[in-house]
């Protein structure tokens, strides 16, 4: 049903498999993949139970709906705006979770819950704002996608300035906080995290699923979109405040995560899926094995010390992105 | 006993902030099974037209009717199924396969989670025979010159299997071969019995093919008739504000425009 290359499907659920099983087993200490799965399934000695349960196996779902979640939201936006260079941060949803997430530790919070909820909040507040910017910018309230664009860089541009001001006096503490919140981290794995994350994901990324053929439409610009059919500016509102909802989320479970909301739809392409309901499944497919893949290099190339998850994902985005330029070239 | 498939009466559209409204008490008929086409200069109101037939403007008095249907009555999808339009903006972003492209057609028939029925597939064959495109069918959108793009898209919308089809400019950019063989494939299309009706500034070609050409101009129904009523040298002079000669065509006998260089007149 979703596409005649049914191996490169199989292949791919089997490198996400492997990933995530690789990602289960590696760490500080390692477990045997025998005892990976036997733990998973209830059974084994109570340290690797305890290991893999508690420890690495939220870390590992945290990290596939993070990279779910994005790549989504990427694809999504980049159809609905016509433009391959738009991804999830785009509509203001990275600033503005920052500026939530930075003022809450200006406030000296640190549960993650509650920063979390300031992050989702700052980036709501941000892609509203975006969109009514938008509207009130575009003639006659017709969404031109040029001018959300438009809208969520200057958004983006006033929340940087709020973060440097907020930073600029504040006690070391808070600004290496603000910081390494700032990079990304799939580090504060907690089931109740992974269970709201997971609703959103599930919950926005089946709505945009959902929409997926309005979305194949919408890519060929807004009057062929209105000519076959689609009501133009209530289906492309949509799509940008599913996006935003997913991106917002994935924000505020593990901060900012670069560069995955942008190439993986790109290579979702290439593998030659074009039509968007296909494309977001395997975007969330390769999404999620992509971060899995970085977060568990994130814990493992300079122990004991993590690198940040969104410097790795850019490093590991970077070389795939310039070979997939030349190919298409 | 049918009557017209577009029907346009006294359309006003208004742009936000403008003082003069693009389109001013506009009214005509595009009836089928012949070629209808609306001429003008730029500016005259030709693209608004077509925008207020896909809802992207709003009327600010008057109406439109598709198949005696108010425009204001049906929702996008069913204008969709009734009239086939081809914008003259469209920018694919990604490109796809021609034979995908061509299949988009059928978006406006297709539930949201239905699968294309072997229907659905005929209905895009039999398109992309008829607008001489089949054999297109595995390349790449973005491989296309300009005369094959523009009758992939004149499949796309064949493809929609509405009562009428609407094209903005579609020999822009077209040499004279691609631009005759075009209008030679939109004739034929209304002699099957399509509502056609086409937005260009070919006066010369629209004589030819038309049986009815709507002369905007500034927003105004400047005349309407077949190309001899309309195409008058006074008239035509006046709204290009250009100097110039109308004769016949020596093959067909159709009017024929000429304009003339400014210091041949003066």
Redesign the interface.
């Given at each position: 049903m979703i596409d005649h290359r049914s191996w490169h499907w199989s292949l791919a659920i089997l490198v996400f498999v492997v990933v995530c099983i690789a990602g289960i087993a590696t760490g500080a200490i390692r477990v045997p993949v025998a005892d990976v799965l036997r733990a998973l399934l209830g059974s084994g000695d109570t340290s690797s139970i305890a290991i893999v349960r508690d420890l690495r196996l939220p870390r590992v779902v945290l990290a596939a709906l993070i990279g779910a979640g994005l790549a989504m939201s990427g694809a999504a936006l980049q159809g609905t705006l016509r433009n391959g260079l738009a991804e999830p941060y785009l509509l203001g949803v990275s600033g503005g979770a920052a500026v939530g997430a930075v003022v809450a530790f200006a406030f000296g919070i640190s549960n993650s819950g509650w920063i979390a909820l300031a992050a989702f909040a700052g980036a709501a507040v941000a892609v509203l704002l975006a969109l009514l910017v938008a509207r009130a910018a575009g003639r006659g309230g017709r969404g031109d996608p040029r001018t959300l664009l438009m809208a969520g860089v200057v958004i983006g541009a006033f929340a940087n300035a709020v973060i440097m001001v907020s930073l600029a006096n504040a006690p070391p503490n808070t600004i290496r906080g603000a910081l390494w919140w700032m990079m990304g981290s799939a580090g504060d794995a907690s089931w109740q995290t992974i269970g709201v994350l997971a609703l959103s994901i599930v919950g926005g990324g089946a709505a945009l699923i959902y929409l997926a053929r309005d979305i194949d439409v919408l890519a060929l610009g807004e009057e062929p979109a209105a000519a076959l059919g689609v009501d133009v500016d209530r289906s492309a509102r949509t799509i940008y405040l599913l996006s935003a909802l997913l991106a917002a989320a994935t924000v505020a479970a593990a901060g900012l995560v670069g560069f995955v909301g942008l190439i993986v739809p790109h290579i979702v392409r290439y593998a030659g899926l074009r039509r968007h309901r296909p494309l977001l499944f395997g975007s969330a497919l390769i999404g999620a094995t992509l971060v899995v893949a970085a977060d568990l290099a994130a814990r493992t190339l300079r122990p004991p010390a993590e690198l940040p998850l969104g410097a790795v994902t850019a490093i590991l985005g970077v070389p795939f992105f310039l070979a997939q330029l030349r190919k298409a070239a | 006993m049918t009557g017209p498939m577009i029907h346009f009466e006294d359309v006003v559209v208004r742009?936000?902030g403008q003082k003069t409204p693009a389109l001013d008490g506009a009214s005509f008929d595009v009836p089928r099974g012949a070629i209808t086409a609306v001429a003008g200069p730029n500016g005259s109101g030709k693209s608004t037209l077509?925008?207020a037939l896909?809802?992207?403007?709003p009327l600010e008095r008057g109406r439109i009717a598709i198949d005696g249907n108010d425009l204001s009555h049906l929702?996008?999808?069913?204008?969709?199924?009734r009239i086939?339009?081809?914008?003259?903006?469209?920018?694919?972003?990604?490109p796809?396969?021609v034979g995908?492209y061509v299949e988009?057609?059928r978006?406006?028939r297709?539930g949201?989670w239905e699968?294309p029925s072997a229907e659905d597939e005929q209905a895009v064959k039999r398109a992309m025979l008829r607008a001489g495109v089949n054999e297109f069918i595995d390349r790449r959108t973005d491989e296309l010159s300009g005369g094959e793009w523009q009758r992939v898209r004149i499949a796309r919308?064949l493809a929609?299997q509405g009562n009428a089809l609407v094209l903005d400019e579609p020999t822009t950019f077209l040499d004279m071969s691609h631009e005759m063989s075009l209008f030679e494939l939109l004739d034929s299309l209304a002699n099957d019995g399509l509502a056609v009706l086409i937005v260009s500034h070919q006066l010369n070609l629209l004589a030819r093919f038309a049986s009815t050409i709507v002369l905007l101009d500034k927003g105004r129904v400047a005349a309407v008739g077949t190309p001899t009523d309309v195409m008058s040298g006074p008239l035509l002079e006046s709204i290009y504000a250009w100097p110039l000669v109308v004769t016949r065509d020596p093959a067909a006998g159709a009017p024929a425009l000429i304009p003339l260089r400014r210091r041949t007149v003066s």
């Open positions: - | 742009y936000p077509v925008r896909l809802r992207r403007q929702t996008q999808r069913e204008l969709a199924q086939a339009v081809a914008p003259q903006r469209e920018e694919a972003a990604f796809m396969k995908e988009l057609g978006f406006p297709l949201l699968s919308a929609q």
